[in-house]
Each structure stands twice: as structure tokens, then as C-alpha cells.
């Protein structure tokens, strides 16, 4: 009996075909049935993780097509969070239009605000980049918190539950489908623009900017869009957090924030809209765990509940720390590994 020693295409249509593999079909359809199944399995708490780690998910999306595809450095992903968040509750709550207006207007606005803060990519790399993406984050940040008249100010802004069919969205288990369905429209169209030109023009810059301009690459061009389309999906990501919290203040969106999510997209892998994913649920899922376990043995083991915080931050820059120095291309790698083993076996080459 034969074994497969490659993947060889006989038509255009099959080379550009997301799946190439019945294996991929068989996983993409185990996937779809296991987050079917979730909400009606799921406790509570763990319901609630879910809903927050795909929203995080669509965010670290955005910033792995600016850092892990573009090569360009970003820590201001607070502030762009706090642009579509609240940009879409003023919209719903001032003007008195429909959720999806205002979703549509979050990620807008934080696109533009983006790119404007991305000018400074046209002359920075690397450190110097990082200290102005941390300059648009404080700056939003001080914008939101004195715009009074606006954002109201260190007040919270309040937001009514979004209607669908005119049943409102209140519960966690209603809001995980509207999450499922955003995150996959994001990691569909991620997944598709880097089959584009736009896309190819992306990791011709991250990869030698200067080889890239020679072949005709608009480097100011693909540069300031690449800062733009990133910063509207964490824009979405925004938008889904005031919805879904149905409160935005601006301690939701500081410097902690922007480096959770560049823990995301290390932890996932660079350069993958899948690690983005993995990324941004395990980053999640961690602080949680450690929390449910702390209760657990809060009892027989006080001190760990004492602790806790402690522990989660420890943990937190442990498995950066660990990522860093034994897998850097993420989890997203640790899976590759597997599919690999398993498609190639007996064999070990």
C-alpha cells in the first residue's frame, strides 16, 4: 500500500482551496460540532471565558496581521480597544442608532485613528515604533478620560443590551453566538487577505522592507493600511467588549491590556491567524483556571487564595518567559508538530 508523499494539484481551484486535505475538512467539521456543543456544556463561568477569549481572539487577530505579518511593532492595542468601544456605545446611546451602526462605526474610527497613528511607521522600526504605539495608547487613554462633554469623563458610559429579532442579548449563552459567528467572519477575512496582493505586500515588508520597495512595493501605502485594517479589527473587538459588558470606562483599555494582547499573539504564534486564536484562549483560559483552582483548595489551602494574584501574574510571564526560549513560533507551531506526526506516521522523516 502506497503513502501519500506530498500534496500535488491538478487544477488552479485546488491550489487556492483553504483546505487541501479530507484531514482538514474532518478537523474544520470537529471543530464546528465541538463549538456547537460548548454553550450547552459549558458552567457558567467557563461560558463567560468562552464569549470574553473569542473577542480577545478577533483582537489578536488584528494585531498579529500589524506585528506577526507586517512586522511592525505595536503596544497602543488599549487604546484602539477604547476607540471602537467607545465610538459604538456613543453612537447607540447619543444617537440613538442601531447596534450594528455602531459597530460598523467602531471599527471605522479606530481604523482611522490607526493609520494616523501609524504615520510614524513610515521613519521608526522596531524599539522607537514600540515607544510611539505607546504614545497613541496614553494619548487616547488622556483623550477619553477629559473629553467629558463626550466620553463622559472617568464616569462609566452605560449600554442597553443590542436586540436581535427584538429579543434582547443579555445572556452569556446568547452572546456566544454572535461572538462565534464575528470571530470566524475575522479569521475568514484574515485568513483571505494575505491570498491577496494587499496581503503578499504585508509580509513582503515585515520580511526586508527595502527588497520589497524595489520590486514596487508602496512601502508608505502598505504600511499606513496595514496599521488601518489592523487597528479595525481590534476596533471590532471594542465594539463587541461594550456591547457585551454593557459598560465602557476607561480602565478596561490600559497599558495591561496592550500587552496581554502581545502576550496573545507570542504565546499563539506570529505570523498565523490560527496561533492568533490559540493565543488569545489560553492567555485567557490561564488566569481563569488558576482562579477556579484557588477556590478549590481555598479551604485546605488558604494562603493560595491570598496569593492568587501573585500567582497569576507569575504564571502570566512564566509561559511568556517559557514560549520565548523553547517554542517561539507559538502554539500555533506545537500544532503543526502534531498534524505533521500524525500525517506522516509510521514514518519518522
Known sequence: MGTATGLYHRSYAEVLALRQTRAEYARLALLGIALAVAPFVLPPVWLRVACQAGIAAIGAIGLNILTGYTGQISLGQGGFLAVGAYTSAIVVTRMDLPTPVGIVAGIALAALVGAFFGLPALRLKGLYLAIATLASQEIVLWVVRNWSAVTGGASSLLVPAP??????????????????????????????????????????????????????????????????????????????????????????????????????????????????????????????????????????????????????????????????????RGLARCWQRVKDYARLWPFRY
Open 163 to 328: 436586540r436581535v429579532l427584538g429579543f434582547p442579548l443579555r445572556s452569556d449563552f446568547a452572546w456566544y453566538w454572535v461572538i462565534v459567528a464575528c470571530g470566524a467572519a475575522a479569521a475568514l477575512a484574515a485568513t483571505n487577505l494575505f491570498r491577496t496582493g494587499i496581503g503578499r505586500a504585508f509580509v513582503a515588508i515585515r520580511d526586508q522592507d527595502i527588497a520589497a520597495q524595489a520590486i514596487g512595493v508602496d512601502i508608505v501605502r502598505y504600511k499606513v493600511l496595514a496599521f488601518a485594517v489592523s487597528s479595525g479589527f481590534v476596533g471590532l473587538a471594542g465594539a463587541l467588549t461594550a456591547h457585551y459588558t454593557r459598560t465602557v470606562q476607561w480602565e478596561q483599555f490600559t497599558l495591561d491590556v496592550s500587552v496581554l494582547y502581545v502576550a496573545m499573539i507570542i504565546v499563539g504564534g506570529l505570523g498565523s491567524v490560527a496561533g492568533s486564536i490559540y493565543g488569545a484562549v489560553f492567555m485567557l483560559v490561564l488566569p481563569a483556571g488558576i482562579q477556579q483552582l484557588g477556590t478549590a483548595l481555598r479551604d485546605d489551602f488558604p494562603i493560595i487564595t491570598e496569593k492568587l494574584p501573585a500567582l497569576q501574574h507569575a504564571a502570566f510571564g512564566l509561559v511568556i518567559m517559557l514560549f520565548l526560549i523553547f517554542e517561539p
